[in-house]
């Protein structure tokens, strides 16, 4: 009889089959657009899914929540998908999915807490788990009316079910008809990259473009494509993209726009961005590795590469960026610049394109004539096309008006109003802004409108359409004012859908029009809005939010730049937008904003200084700076206001920044100290979870990681209590280093692996706490000697160093993997390589610390490669920094008496420090190195001792799993034996040691083992050798030498009960 269901059983069946579906299709939607918060609600209900079914209390009551989820995702779901911009929200419905998003981990937390043997519940009291599930049923009850969502369950499950049914097998973003593809990516050559269109009117450039196909016939062609502003370089190289022949030779085809890139670093995640690469701080050897495994011709067009290259500090490091793109041999590289110079560092192709000229007038005409589709020639027509002079955007847009508004009337217009500048003269620049003008003081330029192309103006990224909907700019009717910038070819679309406007109108508006303060303020609300979006809500993903600031990042540090001249009427909002940017900076990009440095320092607004100088201190990894003056003038502003939270937190950035440096640490744990307190009496837990992180790493660092790890469980509990899983990440990999220094890796791991699964909820995936949380696993991985799982994951980290690519984290990467390559035997030039990589980051972000642990993995590669000498000094200089990694790392090398020649091991000294060491950092590996390296000391003179000191050292290494260090102990142990004549025994020790050198990658060390273990096995046939002619097969050899020649057997079925009689200390 088949099994009944329970009522309960019943109801989570019905729940998964709600949930599944709408999940399957919020995954649809993550994957093709990315919208801030979608990743969490999909992990985080994923995971109560997962957990209701678990629970063994108040089971009702969760089954409750958990059902109340599916009408709000449902109802968040059609806000998506009926949004004007698929994917893109209203700041204000925005802030309610965020509110959402919170309410999830809170229930999941509730959900958590009913199960049995979960430790949350031993963080909360009985009155207190009752209150929080109805604090949960609460909210989601708020959130089921703010989504105005109409309760009938079944409906909306076939709605749903019916949107399913009508998508095909592939990703939403994969099929033209779905509702998703009107802004999904497009792509071309499979690539992010969306290819501009062949230009429909094209005349004057047809020897051009002969020249440049012949160019592009040779082998490995770079073209430079030179001219001034609107000579029609753009339209030659999209015509060049479209040729014909381009088309057969090249299977992969991309345009790039360097307009926005200011920098070779951006040029590069442009160049990325096209490749359909992750965004990330410098993608130049992601770039440059893609078109390398490439195996078909490729053509890249970077259009306007001027803008980055042109400034005096950027033009190295574009060129540099040219330079590697050109060394390729089976990519085609073409660029348009403006000017007549071309880059240096590149061997451009033979003969050189000269620089474009205005069009003929046959040329000019024939444009004018297919526009304005009026092929009768004129005196009134010669006439304007004389003022334009024949530059090609000059009689683009001349025509463009003729068509709208006749040619007489534009004449008479144009002879009224610059009849002066025709008289005497002008060069190309003023009949440009001639053009301009005229086109803007036609009739159908609206108020709107031309507020709207001041706007453009200041903003070289131009507006996505999601910006002019919802950014409540004061433009009557925008999206009628952006038609009208279309039709009057005063703005265009570029190939990600942004309504931009051509640098050289830019600059004439702002030159003779520019925005109103006004309308300035508004843009920059926005853009401030933005980024204290990404700074509130961490638990957005990360790619969604840093998307859409990186979208803007011209547009921000021009319209902030402006907003800090003095006399600006809103500085002190633009001050706080600049602290926000500055913490995308040090979260997500190179480090520090350049803005950060061009705010006045002379301000009448305490609070906002008090900001500033918190931020000024927080960013010092990046920086230089005087940490007194800092704290002094901080100290003084708080003095000026009440505001009892601003002060914690001022206190805990100042402690943190002096306790972590080796400036005065103690007195940076006082001000901690007395950062908690305050934070304590506001019931500011955010703040709390931050300062007792500092404190742990402040003791940590101090060798005291159990009271490291006694602080990591108190933040646990209080973030628990918050129910703020971000902060319980934190606590967990807090826990998961103190374990790591107690040697339980288990324990460690465990707790990595639940922060891991958090940061994943939360959205986190690929920023900065997930990078912390994968190099801990590596940590322990190499510290188990087990180097194969950590290169993995380092070399995924440096594939996929997010999304947010952090650039310290990014050189740590390079860093671990150059560790990693030493232990294992890899080659000097890869390891170098990646030592290199590393110091270039660290030296751009100024980060000194990093800087000396290159240094001290150089020492362990010249101590590898037998350069005693030069090791010695560089582990010795490396230790005058103090750091707990540096000590252990080089004591730990310096202390290993087996890796120096005689001379170079001078004493005991090192090996009786290390062990002094690990007594003082409470490092449970580093005692049982210390062991293993004093025995080797005592093995020459007394044997007795140095046995007990291995056996000792190798029960440590066995109950921490150390494989090469146990490996190691076995190998001393087959010395002593064979040292003694035992061969047996030596046999059986290298025979142990074998698999566990295998584990660790450690090749020579096997192939020694081997060549021993051959040695062996050849004296023992010798001497059977010896023994078979001493006694022919026709005498038989007394008893005594038949014992002897079963020495070896009996020796090996007596080993083990030997050892157990030795004396074990034990770990």
Known sequence: ????????????????????????????????????????????????????????????????????????????????????????????????????????????????????????RQFFRQSEAHGLLKECQNKLDQAFNVFTVQNEADAMHQELMELISTLSDGTMSDRPSSVFYKGARLCSSNSFSLLPSKPKIFHGRESELQEIMELLGQNTPRVAIL??????????????????????????????????????????????????????????????????????????????????????????????LLSLLAALEHLALVVTLRGAERPSKVRWSRPFLQPLQPLSNDAAQQIFEQITDDSHASDERTQLLEFTENMPLAVDLMAHLVEYEGLLT????????????????????????????????????????????SLLSILPDGLSDHQLTHSNLPITDILSCKSVLLATSLAYKDTKNRLRSLVPIREHIQQFSPPSQPLVMSIRKGFHNLLNSYAEHKTAPISSITAQITANFANLHKVLGEGLQPGSLDIAETIRCCLALSYMYRVHMDGRTPLLDRIPLHLCDHQLMVQYLMEQMTVQTYTSVDAERLVSQGISHLQHLDDPKLEANFYGTAGAFMSHSTIDPMHGFQFLEKALALSKSTGDTGVQCQILHSMAI??????????????????????????????????????????????????????????????????????????????????????????????????????????????????????????????????????????????????????????????????????????????????????????????????????????????????????????????????????????????????????????????????????????????????????????????????????????????????????????????????????????????????????????????????????????NQVKMLGP
């Not at 419905?93 to 919170?102: K, N, Y």
């Open 227 to 320: 001219g001034g502003g609107g000579m029609g370089k753009t339209v030659l190289a999209r015509a060049v993209l479209h040729h014909t022949d381009t088309c057969a030779r090249f299977e992969h085809r991309f345009f790039v726009s360097a307009e926005v890139a200011t920098t070779a670093v951006e040029l590069a995640a442009l160049i990325g961005l096209h490749l359909g690469l992750d965004p990330g701080s410098n993608l130049t050897r992601t770039v440059v590795q893609y078109f390398i495994s490439q195996a078909s011709p490729c053509l890249l067009v970077l259009d306007n590469l001027e803008t980055p290259w042109e400034p005096a500090q950027a033009r190295e490091g574009v060129e540099n």
């Open 698 to 1059: 402040f003791m940590s660092r101090r060798g005291n990681p159990t009271a490291a790890l006694a602080l990591g469980r108190e933040v646990e509990q209080i973030a628990y209590q918050a129910t703020d899983l971000v902060q319980v990440t934190g606590a967990l990999q807090t826990i998961a280093e103190a374990l790591i220094t107690f040697g339980d890796y288990k324990g460690a791991l465990i707790e990595l692996s639940r922060a891991r699964e958090l940061v994943d909820m939360c959205g986190l995936t690929g920023g900065s706490r997930y990078c912390n949380i994968s190099n801990d696993q590596t940590e322990i991985h190499i510290r188990k000697s087990e180097y194969a799982e950590a290169k993995s994951i380092q070399t995924a980290l440096l594939q996929n160093t997010a999304i947010n690519k952090n650039s310290e984290i990014h050189g740590y990467t390079f860093l671990n993997i150059a560790l990693v390559d030493v232990m294992i035997g890899t080659t000097r030039e890869l390891i170098q390589q990646n030592l290199d990589s590393a110091r270039k980051v660290f030296n751009r972000a100024k980060s000194p610390l990093p800087i000396i642990y290159c240094d001290m993995v150089l020492a362990d590669l010249n101590l590898r490669e037998g350069n005693w000498v030069l090791a010695q000094a560089q582990f010795q200089e490396s230790l005058t920094s103090r750091d707990r990694q540096v000590v252990v790392y080089c004591v730990e090398r310096l202390a290993d008496s087996t890796r120096w020649l005689a001379h170079f091991q001078g004493h005991a000294k090192w090996p009786m420090m290390c062990l002094c060491e690990s007594q003082r950092l409470q490092e449970k590996l580093m005692l049982y190195k210390a062991l293993l390296f004093i025995g080797d000391w005592f093995i020459s003179e007394d044997e007795v001792t140095a046995h007990n000191l291995f056996t000792v050292a190798l029960e440590g290494f066995t109950f921490l799993d150390v494989h090469q260090s146990r490996a190691q102990c076995f190998m001393r142990f087959g010395e002593m034996a064979q040292k003694k004549g035992d061969r047996s025994k030596a046999a059986e020790m290298w025979r142990e040691a074998r698999p566990l050198f295998e584990r660790s990658l450690q090749t020579k060390d096997v192939e020694q083992i081997d060549r021993r273990l051959a040695a062996l096995e050849k004296e023992h046939q010798s001497s059977l050798v010896n023994l078979m002619t001493l006694y022919p097969p026709t005498e038989q050899p007394d008893k005594e030498v038949i014992e002897a020649s079963t020495e070896v057997t009996r020796s090996s079925s007596t080993d083990k009960h030997t050892r």
């Open 410 to 453: 534009v004449l008479t217009r144009w002879k009224t109003e610059k009849t002066s500048l025709l008289s005497v003269g002008h060069d190309r620049h003023s009949n440009l802004d001639t053009s301009i003008a005229i086109s803007l003081s036609s009739p159908r330029i609206t108020p709107g409108a031309r507020e709207l192309l």
């Open 1 to 120: 009889m088949p099994h009944q269901l329970t009522s309960t059983e019943a109801r989570i069946n019905n729940l998964t089959a709600y949930l599944t579906p709408i999940l399957l299709v919020f995954a649809e939607l993550n994957d093709a657009f990315c919208p801030p918060f979608v990743q969490p609600i999909i992990k985080t209900t994923q995971a109560l899914i997962a957990g209701v079914q678990n629970v063994k209390r108040n089971k009702d009551q969760c089954l409750q929540l958990v059902e109340s989820i599916h009408p709000v995702l449902f109802a968040i779901l059609r806000i998506h998908l009926e949004s004007e911009t698929v994917g893109s929200l209203p700041p204000a419905i925005l802030e309610d999915v965020a509110g959402f998003t919170d309410t999830l981990h809170k229930t999941y937390t509730c959900i958590e807490m009913q199960q049995d043997g979960n430790k949350i």
